[in-house]
Every structure is written in C-alpha cells, then in structure tokens.
C-alpha cells in the first residue's frame, strides 16, 4: 500500500463534470488499495476573477486581504471534491490549509512554507479518509491566511508529499507532461519521460509552467518523486527525479522562452566600490529579484548595468528608478519591457563544449540579435527582442535535434 498525494490544477476541477472525474480517479486509487492526499488548486479562472474583484476596489488591494480573498477559490474546490467523492461512498474530508498545518511565513501573496505538521493529515488518513487538502494557502505564526504565489499549489502538494512521506506526488494538469517546449510554438516538441529536478528547476524559473519552482526546489530538497500527467488521459507523463547517467547524456533537454523579463538599463553609474550594491539594495529591501546582470567595462570612469526583473515588479521598479538613479548618481536608469530570454537547458551542458557558442549562431544566422546573456553550469539564456521570441524558440528546439528523439 502506498501513499499517493495527487495534485489536481485548474482546469482538471474547471467545473461540475471535471470535479467528478478526478473523484472517479481519487476513487480508483482507493480501490487499488492505497491512501489518498488529494490537494487542489481553484476552479480554472477563480483566482483570477477574485484578484479581478479586489482590483476593481484598490488599485493596491491590502495584501493580507487579498490573501483571504483569493485563498476562497481554494476552499470552493476543495469541499465540492469532498462532496463529490462521499456520494460515490469514498469516505473524504477536506482540510484548509491552516487545518493541514501548513505553516508559511508572514509574506502575504508569496509566503513561503516553513513547516508542515502532518498530524491532523495522519489522522485523517487513519481514519480511512481520502484527504483533500485546499492548496495554495497556509497560516503564519499569527493564524493570518497567506497564499503561496501563483501556482503555489504545486509547491502545497510537494510540501505534504515531503511531510507525510508519500511515495510520489503526482500533478495532474491539463497537459500530459513537460515537454522539450511549449507545444503550441513548436509543432515538434515532445513530451520528456524523464528529467532531474535541476533542469526542471532551470525550466521552471525560465517560464516553463507546469511547476511552480518552489515546489521543485522542495522536491529536490526532500527527494520528493514528481510525476507530472494529465488528468485527462491514463497515459504515463514526465518523471521529475534525481539525476543519473542516462539523464546526465542528454545535451540539451528542453528550451523555453520567458516573457515576464524587462529590462532595466542604468547608464553612466560612476565605476566605484559600493555603487552595484547601491542599486540592488534597495530592490532586495522591496523583495523584487533581480535576474541576469551584466555590468560594461569602464571607459571614463563610469559604466552602465543592465540587468532584467520580472514584469510584475517592473512598476515597482519604474517607481524607485529617479530616487535609485539619484542615490547611486547614474546619468539614466530605463526599463524596457520588450525583451524575452530564450534559454537552453540540459545536465549535458556541463560535459559538452561549444553548447552556448551553437545557440548563438542559431540565433545569429535568424538575423537575432543578443541583448544580454547568462549561465549556469546547466542552462545558458539570451535576452532578445519580444518579437522574435517564437521563431528563436523553434531555431534553437529543432537545431539542437529536440524534435526529432
Ligand atoms: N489558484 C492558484 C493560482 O491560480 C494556485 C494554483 O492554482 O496553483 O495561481
Ligand atoms: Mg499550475
């Protein structure tokens, strides 16, 4: 008998029907003999008419009640599972995330868990319970609501999975896997059976979407098996697992393109100690990360930075760019949110040269230009013009002979 934690996304609970489908898979792990920890996320399109509600009344809706509005979504899915399941006579109960006991700390709309006390989980299961657990939502130490972050249900199953030692925590989605890229740019992407949690990482935080990163870094922490598959179809999906040799001989395993990266330009910052640590700072203070980072040389004296942060921060970023530029006493500081960042990622990268040198005659002979670039032992990314990010994307997928495995 094994402990299965089954992660059910939006769209696989969209509504009535779906609700009861997942039920009939919930019921059908049962018959096999084994324990269920269901956890869901809201129906499709939920939590974006909830965070569209708050919006409608603040332009900058309080935090902690944000929290407590979109967290709803997730008690909705959660009961009406339950419901499902007990008329086909499967024992079920829902628990909220605070009920769970997952614990998170107190940064309302992205907290990050801290702890999950699986006692209340343990019992429930004891008693011959499929659990449903909301996803998405936890308490801090002060008994507030706070959600997880977009997608923050991946990370919720993961956390369970990891503290009630399950021995896989499958994510039903509405795709049938990780592919080797998005499908709709490339025609010839394929679904990968097998990836270690580093590149999945990688791909996660290059904009692939089936997983939030978070939950992916938890997995890798706690060794955490993920089965990623679709809740449509009985057909296998992608293992996320450590790595080993047969993983480690694949160059390249998928490619991806981010388009939440803008760009962020300071010009003429005085070529001094202090001065890059003077800009990224303040940026850290108001919890906006910053991704590839390229410093000039100094020709005069002075020099400019370029870096990239997420769209979402780039307002934030907008309004710290005169007191930033002012502090650190740049000539210009601009933002430019037409960029993307194509990148290529596989464990191979680390064995194999000439990977990065490839991919920029990929792009070079498609007439892109290079905006910025960054590594990793496992990943190199180019920041290019917005518009070319889907003809770079099928270059590099069918020039490092994805398609065609
Ligand atoms: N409902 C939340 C969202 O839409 C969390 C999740 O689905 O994972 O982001
Ligand atoms: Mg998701």
Do not use: W
């Amino acid at each position: 008998m094994a402990l299965y934690v089954q992660k059910y996304g939006g769209t696989s609970v969209g509504d009535i029907e779906r609700i009861r489908n997942v039920a009939r898979r919930i019921a059908r792990t049962r018959q096999q003999g084994h324990d269920v920890i269901a956890v869901v996320s809201a129906m499709a399109g939920e939590t974006d008419r909830l965070l569209g509600l708050g919006r409608e009344l603040s332009e900058r809706p309080v935090e902690r009640e944000m929290d407590v509005l979109v967290s709803s979504g997730e008690q909705v899915s959660a009961a009406l599972l339950c419901i499902a399941l007990n008329q086909m006579g499967v024992k079920a109960m829902s628990l909220m995330g605070h009920q769970a006991r997952v614990e998170t700390d107190s940064v309302h709309t992205k907290a990050r868990i801290t702890r999950v006390d699986d006692e209340r989980l343990r019992r429930a299961i004891e008693g011959g319970h499929a659990v449903v657990v909301a996803g998405f939502q936890g308490i801090d130490e002060h008994g507030n609501i706070t959600t997880l972050g977009r997608g923050g249900s991946d990370t919720s199953a993961v956390a369970i999975a990891a503290a009630a030692r399950a021995d896989v925590c499958e994510i039903y989605t509405d795709v049938e896997g990780v592919f080797t890229t998005d499908p709709n740019v490339c025609r010839s992407a394929r679904k990968i059976e097998r990836i270690s949690y580093e590149e999945m990482l990688e791909l996660s935080a290059l904009g692939a979407k089936v997983l939030q990163i978070r939950s992916v870094e938890l997995a890798m922490k706690y060794a955490v098996p993920i089965h990623v598959r679709s809740s449509f179809s009985d057909a296998e999906g992608t293992m996320v697992t450590g790595e080993d040799e047969s993983l480690e001989s694949v160059v390249v395993a998928g490619v991806t393109s981010d388009k939440k990266a803008a760009k962020v330009t300071v010009l003429g910052v005085p070529d001094q100690p202090g001065v890059v640590a003077g800009v990224f700072e303040p940026l850290a203070e108001q919890n906006i990360s910053v991704d590839m980072i390229i410093q000039n040389v100094a020709t005069d004296g002075t020099t400019d930075l370029t870096f990239t942060v997420t769209r979402d921060d780039l307002e934030r970023t907008r309004d710290m760019a005169d007191g930033l530029a002012k502090k650190v006493g740049a000539r210009d500081f601009t933002v430019d949110p037409d960029v993307v960042k194509v990148s290529i990622v596989g464990l191979g990268m680390r064995s194999h040269a000439g990977v990065a040198a490839k991919m920029f005659r990929l792009l070079a002979d498609e007439g892109i230009n290079i905006e910025a670039i960054s590594t990793s032992e496992i990943k190199t990314s180019c920041l290019i013009r917005a518009k070319y990010a889907e003809l770079a994307v099928r270059v590099l997928h069918d020039g490092f002979g994805l398609g065609d495995r």
